[in-house]
T-cell receptor, first 114, second 112 residues
Framework: KAGVTQTPRYLIKTRGQQVTLSCSPISGHRSVSWYQQTPGQGLQFLFEYFSETQRNKGNFPGRFSGRQFSNSRSEMNVSTLELGDSALYLC?????????????FGDGTRLSIL | SQQGEEDPQALSIQEGENATMNCSYKTSINNLQWYRQNSGRGLVHLILIRSNEREKHSGRLRVTLDTSKKSSSLLITASRAADTASYFCATDAPSSGDKLTFGTGTRLAVRP
């Protein structure tokens, strides 16, 4: 079974631009979660989608948004990029139909803001 | 905000030794999970322990959970150089809408 795939692996943008990151979950997984990882703040939860609906949301500004398609693939969008948005963005998938399921992570997209 | 705080922040041991990492958290949980992250890669799920369990084993891994102290420990026995990675605890808590909240991580270096 293929793992979680995130594209692109690396991205360089400038302040003020916007970016879209993509995540393809493991086949059959309906829940996709997004995390931001930085050296200073560690791993921070962004949001979770389940069956095309946002089920959970972290404490990030509205510039961070996401969506999920009918095939469970998910995209995350960040608008008006700031230097502080430089981070590793990780996507994780799970079956999502009950509590306590392990999450399967992709290798992330490394976003650098110049 | 971080739910879990891990201790120590960094640990360096010789191959063959045991490594113990601790995680403390703040609120009641449904379960606690441990993950490993190799440099530049995603996280890999290691083990999940539910709030009504006290100890769990998986291969060379042993996890304990003390809900009265709101703490957990991960023991890796007979460590190998390939165990070099960062280790994170993550809690699934009713107060956080059942989303995973990760700790700060322990960087483990195993010297050959």
């Amino acid at each position: 079974k293929a793992g979680v795939t995130q594209t692109p692996r690396y991205l360089i943008k400038t302040r003020g631009q916007q970016v879209t990151l993509s995540c393809s979950p493991i086949s059959g997984h309906r829940s996709v979660s997004w995390y931001q990882q930085t050296p200073g703040q560690g791993l921070q939860f962004l949001f979770e989608y389940f069956s095309e609906t946002q089920r959970n949301k972290g404490n990030f500004p509205g510039r961070f948004s996401g969506r999920q398609f009918s095939n469970s693939r998910s995209e995350m969008n960040v608008s008006t990029l700031e230097l502080g948005d430089s981070a590793l963005y990780l996507c994780a998938s799970s079956l999502g139909d009950r509590e306590g399921q392990p999450q399967h992570f992709g290798d992330g997209t490394r976003l650098s803001i110049l | 905000s971080q739910q879990g705080e891990e201790d120590p922040q960094a640990l360096s041991i010789q191959e063959g030794e045991n490594a113990t990492m601790n995680c403390s958290y703040k609120t009641s949980i449904n379960n606690l999970q441990w993950y490993r992250q190799n440099s530049g890669r995603g996280l890999v799920h290691l083990i999940l322990i539910r709030s009504n369990e006290r100890e769990k084993h998986s291969g060379r891994l042993r996890v304990t959970l003390d809900t009265s102290k709101k703490s957990s420990s991960l023991l890796i026995t007979a460590s190998r150089a390939a165990d070099t990675a960062s280790y994170f605890c993550a809690t699934d808590a009713p107060s956080s809408g059942d989303k995973l909240t990760f700790g700060t991580g322990t960087r483990l270096a195993v010297r050959p």
